[in-house]
């Protein structure tokens, strides 16, 4: 059982357009919604993290818009540039009950065009 | 301040063979978790090792084992391999399994 769903499975993005990719999870007991970006042949490096307790987190160009009611949270790229191509996963855990493992979505393969 | 290392980078491997996957952590992490990522998936939790002992476990057979050296370092064993063992093996390391986990770049792991 899938228990962060992603979408879409890949975006196509014009440079200095908005990049948004959507994820929902099932368990309402995850309070750590972090967002990871992978390039080809790297590991997963930490993007941004949310916790429940703020409906929105700005970093950069990186906003997490969380949304406890429907159990969705979001990633926007805004001024997305090529650099920014790269596969985007979202995850999550329970902390709170010593679970530590991150249950992650399928990915988002963003291609940001010039 | 060195990230997670992973070693070997690739590797082949025949089916029924063994395997020994290794991970150093990053400087000042104490707690190293395993993944596993098939190509075009995201990533699996295996299981994460801290003060030398498996803390959690995920939906993963026996054939997969691992160990966790004094020095933060662990391994990770998988036995009797299978074809569907073919993906990329990511180690991940934190503070005592809280905050942020940091990721290496993974050992691809191919089975013939």
């Known amino acids: 059982q899938q228990q ?83 596969t985007y996963f979202c995850a999550a855990s329970n902390s709170g009950a010593g679970s530590y493992q991150l249950t992650f979505g399928k990915g988002t393969k963003l291609s940001v065009i010039p | 301040d060195a990230g997670v290392t992973q070693s070997p980078t690739h590797l082949i491997k025949t089916r029924g063979q063994q395997v020994t996957l290794r991970c ?34 995920g939906n993963f ?8 050296f004094p020095n933060y370092s662990s391994e990770l064993n998988v036995n009797a391999l299978l074809l569907g063992d073919s993906a990329l093996y990511l180690c991940a390391s934190s503070p005592k399994g809280r905050g942020p986990q940091h990721f290496g770049d993974g050992t691809r792991l191919s089975i013939l």
């Open chain 1, 4 to 86: 962060v769903k992603q979408s879409p499975q890949s975006l196509i993005v014009q440079k200095g357009g908005i990049s948004i990719i959507n994820c929902a999870y099932e368990n309402t007991a995850f309070d750590y919604f972090p967002w990871y970006q992978q390039f080809p042949g790297k590991g997963p490096a930490l993007l941004i993290a949310i916790r429940p307790d703020v409906s929105e987190k700005k970093e950069g160009r990186f906003t997490i818009s969380f949304n406890k009611s429907a159990k969705q949270f979001s990633l926007h790229i805004m001024d997305s540039q090529p650099g920014d191509s790269a």
């Open chain 2, 24 to 57: 150093s952590p990053k400087s000042g992490h104490d707690t190293v978790s395993w993944y596993q990522q098939a190509l075009g998936q995201g990533p699996q939790f295996i299981f994460q090792y801290y003060e030398e002992e498996e803390r959690q476990r």
């Open chain 2, 61 to 68: 057979p026996d054939r997969f084992s691992g160990h966790q």
